[in-house]
């Protein structure tokens, strides 16, 4: 994941999950189904210029797009020369074939079969592409595959102290500040920005919204209540102690922690993500 280290502290904890006890369990709830199910999936596209992977697809071209259970897209696009992708996100809607992306435009493709499908691009101000695409649709339904809102965010850091607070909803500068008052490393210029939501999709995709604009992307599998992901990419200077993670649910809510340590350092940590449908 390429990377939320790169803007905030919290890099330090999110690569690793682990179950949570310090909620009640076997408090799930019972979720309506998002209201986007049927619409969801992943494109991958072939550029007109390569029809090859996405390496090698030119700077700026749209290379997918994910479309999920809530009404959330995530759009890929080319960010350089060295096959780093860079994600935006916002909310779409569908009218027949015709996928309305706000803040992007519109795609228009046959999603009634997975596989290869044509897919006409047509951003806002711009002119029509016709691209073909690979199709994913989700195989598998579960109440964990939908978006949610950041309510809380749990930290609890240990080192030299172990020092712990409850933040509202996850803004970098806020954790960081709170790091550096008690004497725990963190970087110093931390913009303000925050997580927005997370998705989990029936693709198998987990994806950190944020509030200006942009997204993380990385992909996991399910199995029962454990998830195991990749990252495409280590956040530098962190190392891992697990790939897995436990989804608990308490109250209504969904809960997501995640811990890890600085490398050549005696500080590890852990992050609790209470979460809410975004619905």
């Excluded at 009404?71 to 696009?77: A, V, W």
């Amino acid at each position: 994941m390429k990377t939320i280290l790169k803007f905030t502290v919290l890099a330090a904890v999110l690569p690793l999950l682990s179950a949570c006890d310090i909620f009640p369990e076997n408090d799930e709830p019972v979720l309506p189904e998002p209201a986007f199910s049927a619409y969801a999936g992943h494109l991958t596209l072939a550029t007109p210029d390569t029809k090859a992977s996405t390496t090698s697809a030119p700077v700026g071209s749209v290379v997918s797009v994910e479309l999920t259970e809530s009404g959330l897209y995530f759009l890929g696009k080319m960010a350089d020369a060295k096959g780093s992708v860079q994600y935006s996100t916002g909310k779409y809607s569908v009218s027949g074939n015709e996928y309305k992306l706000a803040g992007y435009g519109s795609l228009f493709f046959d999603n009634s079969r997975a596989g290869s499908v044509p897919v006409a691009l047509a951003p806002d101000g711009g002119s029509v592409e016709e691209v073909q695409a690979t199709f994913l649709k989700p195989t598998a339904s579960n109440k964990v595959y939908r978006a949610w809102n950041i309510d809380k965010t749990r930290l609890t850091v240990k080192g030299w102290t172990t020092v712990g607070a409850d933040f509202d909803g996850c803004n970098f500068q806020e954790i960081a500040a709170f790091l550096r008052a008690n004497s725990h490393k963190a970087p110093t210029d931390v913009p303000d920005r925050s997580i927005t939501s997370l998705s989990l999709t029936g693709t198998e995709k987990m994806i950190f919204a944020y509030s200006d604009g942009f997204a993380d992307m990385t992909e996991f599998s399910l199995a029962g209540n454990v998830i195991t992901y990749t990252w495409p990419e280590r956040p530098r200077g962190f190392t891992f102690e697990s790939d897995a993670a436990v989804i608990e649910y308490a109250d209504g809510k969904c809960l997501l922690t995640i811990s890890g340590r600085i490398q050549n350092s005696s500080t590890s940590g852990s992050v609790t993500f209470v979460l809410s449908p975004l619905e």
